[in-house]
């Protein structure tokens, strides 16, 4: 059974840093495109960040700069380091599994970022 768990979530100024964890279990995280995806309220899931099983990453506009996303093979976890964040941040983070045609989905970890 695959599960993902996402951890590493809360409440944090703005400009502050969050890491985001994906703990996998089920699949291994090296074998997938290990995507992390964010849905803010009243918004539309979007991709953040992704990391291709060759190590390759992918960037979206809001995440450039400022979010790093790994992977630790051993520990079959996936992170997403988040640096610089502002309010537009704030949003459910969602991590995401993908070996076509399968994909799976955490529950999501609640990022607010706020003064």
């Known amino acids: 059974q695959v599960q993902l768990v996402e951890s590493g979530g809360g409440l944090v100024q703005p400009g502050g840093s969050l890491r985001l964890s994906c703990a996998a279990s089920?699949?291994?995280?090296?074998?997938?495109?290990m995507g992390w995806y964010r849905q803010a309220l009243g918004k539309q899931r979007e991709m953040v960040a992704a990391?291709?099983?060759?190590?390759?990453?992918i960037y979206k506009d809001p995440a450039k700069g400022r979010f790093t996303i790994s992977r630790d093979d051993a520990k079959n976890t996936v992170y997403l380091q988040m640096n610089s964040l502002k309010p537009e941040d704030t949003a459910v983070y969602y991590c995401n599994a993908l070996y076509e045609p399968n994909s799976y989905w955490g529950q999501g970890t609640q990022v607010i970022v706020s003064s």
């Open positions: 089920g699949l291994s995280v090296s074998i997938y495109v």
């Open positions: 990391i291709t099983s060759g190590g390759r990453t």
